[in-house]
């Protein structure tokens, strides 16, 4: 049986997407920014729908953003709305219809980060499988002072004890340089039940999922930390710069691309930026400070820039674009 069959008929996943933007400084949610044209929720979606998990498997946790959410999706998923922020655990909750008599293995993610691949999905389903565990999540080993997330607590054999989330660390704690990634895989009819023992007994009085793992660990079930070799896995996007951050790793991996697989070649990459939902053929030459936007076709054996932006719009093969207008075609 392959992974997609697996997947298929045992597994549910929810995405928990119902934050607000204050860090984003923005009238709009968060998920809903686009990184190389694409939203930030589409790129978990792909990565989950990838991963083997049906889109009709997937619940999305949305709040004042549902009907946003459901404009920029266009997907067969599931919708359901958390009236209160109140935390991840209380968000969860919130996908109580869709959970409350599932019997298998829930994949649950935050809506706001784009790193998350299916490779790494794939990885810990295998793991969680092998292992037979009632919980396992992505962890995160920084080689700097972490960003402020949960911090994983182990014991003198590596076992996993829990997760302290940072405002609630201690100075030890904080120390630790591995963090949760906020990507769990749970037996769900173990962990279902649990959840309405989490409290708010914290510094922002919020119900975290985190506080899950405690629950189990007490009850003796199994619980593992599968560390990504990425640290990036772990990084969600709560702001202006780690979104031009989150451009700038997409863009350059698309640009290497480009090159090496489909032959176009790129002068001053640092310089040049080509969204997802483009074509360009073999032996065009993309030339400095050029922008390309999703939904631009360009042929072969073309000349692109340099000081050019281009947005829908379709270059035959043989031309040469290389003026300082904005070149732009909306669409109707």
């Known amino acids: 049986m392959t992974m997609k069959d697996i997947t298929k008929h045992s597994m549910k996943a929810v995405i928990l997407a119902a934050g607000k933007s204050k ?10 920014h686009k990184i190389m044209g694409k939203e930030i929720i589409n790129f978990l979606l792909d990565s989950i729908i990838e991963a083997g998990i ?5 619940c999305i946790v949305c709040g004042d953003n549902l009907n946003d959410v459901q404009r920029i999706v266009k997907r067969n998923v599931k ?17 109580n219809d869709f959970i409350r008599e599932f019997k298998g293995d829930l994949l649950v ?31 995160a080993v920084f080689p700097f002072t972490p960003p402020p997330y949960g911090r994983v607590i182990r014991d003198e054999n590596r076992n996993v004890l829990g997760v302290v989330e940072e405002i ?17 895989l ?9 959840l309405s023992l989490i409290d708010n007994n914290n510094a922002k009085s919020e119900y975290y999922l985190t506080d899950i793992i405690k ?13 990504t070799d990425d640290y990036f896995i772990s990084i969600g996007i709560n702001n202006r710069w780690e979104l031009s951050e989150a451009q700038k790793k997409f863009n350059e991996a698309h640009l290497k691309y480009l090159s090496l697989e489909k032959g176009v070649t790129i002068l001053q990459p640092d310089s040049v930026t080509v969204e997802y939902g483009t074509e360009i ?27 050019v932006y281009l947005e829908n719009i379709k270059i035959k093969d043989n031309s040469t674009v290389n003026s300082s207008a904005i070149i732009t075609v909306k669409e109707e």
């Open 23 to 32: 860090r984003m400084k923005s009238g709009f949610s968060k998920v809903l």
């Open 54 to 58: 049906d889109e009709s498997d997937i």
């Open 79 to 95: 919708y359901t709305v958390q009236e209160q922020q109140l935390g991840t655990a209380d968000a969860l909750m919130a996908a």
């Open 109 to 139: 993610t935050v809506g706001d980060n784009p790193y998350i691949t299916p490779k790494e999905l794939k990885k810990l389903i295998a793991h969680h499988q092998e292992k037979r565990a009632e919980c396992s999540f992505i962890s």
């Open 168 to 184: 609630d660390a201690s100075p030890e704690q904080l120390a630790i340089r591995e963090v949760n990634s906020s990507i769990y």
């Open 186 to 194: 749970f037996k769900n009819e173990i962990t279902y039940p649990l």
């Open 215 to 227: 629950l189990l660990k007490d009850r003796h079930f199994q619980v593992e930390a599968v560390p």
């Open 281 to 307: 053929g073999q032996d065009t030459v993309i030339y400095p400070n050029t922008y390309i936007a999703t939904g631009t076709i360009i042929g072969s054996n073309c000349k692109i820039g340099p000081f």
